[in-house]
């Protein structure tokens, strides 16, 4: 088997963080990608909500929009979207939520907003979406994001969704009910909160890629744990089953659409 | 009653310039036909309310039928950036946008005050981010037994809100079957309500805790199969997954996008035609 | 995975003396099997909450299980008085009864604020009602927007809530079809939530837009057939409503109830033997 | 045809005033009957909806509770009782709410909660149920009630729900957004609001009834409209089409209920 991307890396070591069980609460991308590996492999029972309302869904191809057919034709049910944040998230029935982002910085706060200027931005991001609520009431959320010193950056240009603010349990003074940001997964490896501070800390790299190379991608001076793990690299059976998931999926998106009029 | 409607008629009577509207549908059963009949009667100033504006809105706000819009997440669902939307507002082409920006939990809660007639929902939401900060309409209240403070937003009750389903029958009561969204809130908090459906029946399929909009709560049905398409019908049609994909190209360049609404909505009459110019037609 | 248990275990675990305790559903599935349980087990001082008391608590009430009841209608529906409620409150027999009186709005509201764990609901309700001034549970707030007052009602978040569904499958997932009244949300807001069901299958029916409450907010599953009458089951058995005119004449009397009581639901021994002694069980 | 009974005239009174395709919120008792009867007379496309959640149901036996099966089994469609109090009521889609009571005043308002002190009574009622918001939010209230110095009183123990409060425009100042109680139909006729002083004024009897009875059964010293009309009596097809829903009623309610075990 050839050797695994940078994406495959973070999509595996991801799927690996989620209990069998657990309740999941999934973006589109790579979380809804780590999210279906885990169920296709160690985490058969894991429970899939994508904030279209459709809850407990088990597609056989990764959905490209958070609302696509697939995901309600394979629910367990499906409820209006208002009830999937107020009954479901709000209500803190959400294990682990999973977020991406332009913009994180050292404490895990988010920006999908704007950059530049809110009101004339140089580059204008999709926005919120659902992660402001997500931040804040799953148990624990899990952040994906490739690095470069543009999107790990000192000072967010606007933030989005909360993660420890500046740190030093200013989260748990907060109004907010989850824990926050336990893991951030970029392409060089895992950050984690420090204990104390609640600043993300390097603690683990992928094979091959080395402290210098995560700081150099970090647009902060990295803080580095005092043990620095290297993420088990993906194995057969976790390679094959990504691999023929994302090939369902390629091919079902390109099946031309007829509309029987 | 609701009357029977042709797309055009229900544009002109229930669409004007300035108006509040809202075409809802969640990824799934968005109104993309009676959206292209509003750019092509050319309307102005709207006050758009999605809250995924969606390719939808993209179009018409490139082709400068709005004003504000009122939003939650502004993307390409899996693909990447509103091209149109950005433009907007990075450069005010065709015109300026304002903007009143939520996130789902918020617009989702506005929509129900709506649809109850209650003047605002509340969440535990915004909660440390800097959105308050930039729109006003995201205020705050007070329990009066605890004395916590929660988020609060304004009802939205949009002028008009247009929707896409399955199914109506004669009556003009209107069955959705899959993915909801917030379409049944934002239906029931407009002044009037416009659906598009696939297929006009002689009697729904038995409901009972179905999702089901009465036609004395319905404006008018608009026959209008493949309506929604891209988007897509669950049980008619699945979503063009690769047209999301290949309007990244067609939206990211001024001109390739007027070219392309020019050939494929203001040149076609309607929504067999449009259909018929992307050749998605079944044979 | 909910654990399946009997009736009595789920009893014995959830329902604690002194707890509250919502038995709900709207006139359909009531769950009286488990009211009956409750009440074979003799718990005191619970805290009982339901929009309509019904038979069940009336049966409850009389029997001194409860020190207090939140509702918003205490009648026989069609029939007239709940006798045994009445007699608590205006004699204190066997007990004393304390009442948070709502009315169904109010009360639909605070069970909504419980399912999404907000402090409160609002509702544009109590206009003019001398309701407020006996109940400190009924507040103001005002709309940030607007400036409107509107009523205010304090979230309900019962420690257990006891629904009865026509069927879970094995993992636990339950499924309602009818009438649901205020249960999906009663469920929702509870710390624990029993359900009590018609039939435990493989493999629940296809839901998409239906009623379901996913296992993994559900903490015990009790196979418990007939476990609603003379309340009803959509789809399995119809309401009696033969018993609930002929509980008039029985509840009326402290003796005649007591005898009721001591014969058909002290005396038997779970849900199968309380049928079996009205002879309601089908040949 | 035997002569119709003070039930069946209140019944039928109340049923010709609901036009076809009105929107009413059916109580439960003679409310139920009336719509009913309605339905299957003069207006076939009146929409009934149950607090249950039922809405659209046409059935075909009325139900003894306000969500008998009936109900739900001939409803367009059922939605969450929460649903149809905010959706539907509050949100001024009901044309026509029902109301029964234990006492009403002079000007409408309803007592349904308790005869005494309210911490003592010594009678206590079921209570407010659905009445004060549908008192507050439909179009326009009819109220159901016989009478007697009991229960038309000059001062309600307790007042549920809002009629036109002390009169003179008095509803109008206050926050209810439908314009109250339009007719009271009782056991000797039907009273209507004073078109300025709101105050309830005797403007039909039913043949027979002179307005001295009238004025008998009623705790206050009733105000007579300057003309009182005759309710024309029920004819023969109102009359048996009446009497044959409640025959199917008695019939279908005294069915035993056997539980397949």
Known sequence: ?261 | MSPALSLSEAIERFVVDGASVALEGFTHLIPFAAGHEIIRQRRRNLHLIRMTPDLIYDQMIGMGCARRLTFSWGGNPGVGSLHRLRDAVEHGWPTSLELDEHSHAGMAAAYCAGAARLPFGMLRGYIDTDLPAHNPRIGRVECPFTGEQLAAVPAINPDVTILHAQRADRAGNVAIHGIVGAAREAGLAAKNLVVTVEEIVDELPPAMNGVVLPYWVVSAVVHCPGGAYPSYAHGCYARDNDFYQRWDAIARDRGAFNEWMQRHVLETEDQRAFLASLETVAA
């Open chain 1, 1 to 261: 088997m050839s050797e695994a991307t940078r994406d495959e890396l973070m999509t595996v070591a991801a799927a690996r963080m989620l209990a069998n069980g657990c309740v999941c609460f999934v973006g589109i991308g790579l979380p809804s990608a780590a999210c279906n590996l885990a169920r296709l492999t160690h985490a058969p029972d894991i429970v899939l909500i994508y904030e279209s309302g459709t809850i407990g869904t088990r597609p056989d191809v990764l959905p490209l929009s958070i609302g696509d057919g697939e995901l309600a034709e394979t629910a367990s049910f499906v409820v209006p979207l208002p009830e999937v944040f107020s009954h479901y998230l709000q209500a803190g029935r959400v294990d682990v939520g999973f977020l991406g982002a332009a913009q994180i910085d050292r404490f895990g706060n988010l920006n999908s907003t704007v950059i530049g200027p809110y009101h004339l931005p140089h580059t204008r991001l999709p926005g919120a979406g659902g992660a402001p609520e997500i931040a804040a009431h799953a148990k624990q959320t899990f952040v994906m994001l490739k690095a470069s010193p543009r999107s790990f950056v000192a000072k967010l240009d606007f933030r989005t969704s909360a993660g420890f603010l500046a740190g030093d349990g200013a989260r748990g003074r907060s109004q907010a009910r989850g824990r926050g940001p336990q893991a951030v997964i970029s392409d060089f490896g895992i950050l984690t909160p420090h204990p104390e501070t609640e600043e993300l800390q390097l603690t683990a790299l992928f094979a091959g890629v080395t402290a210098e190379q995560a700081q150099a991608a970090v647009g902060w001076p990295l803080l580095l744990a005092e043990q620095i793990d290297i993420v088990p690299a993906p194995d057969d059976a976790e390679l094959s089953a990504l691999r023929a998931l994302n090939a369902r999926t390629q091919l079902a998106h390109r099946q031309p659409v007829r509309i029987p009029l």
